[in-house]
């Protein structure tokens, strides 16, 4: 029933931006904060960012503040992750989590010239 689909990976240049997506079904989404992950070839899954159920707060990772923004529409039960001024660096699979530890399947992004 509980389904989380990411979307809107891909290839991009160092410096330039994508918008990842998340659908989310099978659960009363707005009462539920949401996250994003992110895990490189090699290495654990790192906490990206995450909001609150109303979108009010939110939290980044020091290696994405300032480039990576975090929202949610709750009427579509998504949540969003723009991502600017990427950095090979960010090449990892994006990972969509409701608390509670439910995860989506993930989408790839890599920034590569």
């Known amino acids: 029933q509980v389904q989380l689909v990411e979307s809107g990976g891909g290839l991009v240049q160092p410096g330039g931006s994508l918008r990842l997506a998340c659908a989310a079904s099978?659960?009363?989404?707005?009462?539920?904060?949401m996250s994003w992950y992110r895990q490189a070839p090699g290495k654990e899954r790192e906490l990206v960012a995450g909001?609150?159920?109303?979108?009010?707060?939110?939290n980044y990772a020091d290696s994405v503040k300032g480039r990576f923004t975090i929202s949610r529409d709750n009427a579509k039960n998504t949540v969003y992750l723009q991502m600017n001024s990427l950095k090979p660096e960010d090449t990892a699979v994006y990972y969509c989590?409701?608390?509670?530890?439910?995860w989506g399947q993930g989408t790839q992004v890599t920034v590569s010239t």
């Open positions: 989590m409701r608390a509670g530890n439910v």
């Open positions: 099978g659960f009363p989404f707005s009462r539920v904060a």
């Open positions: 909001i609150s159920s109303g979108g009010g707060s939110t």
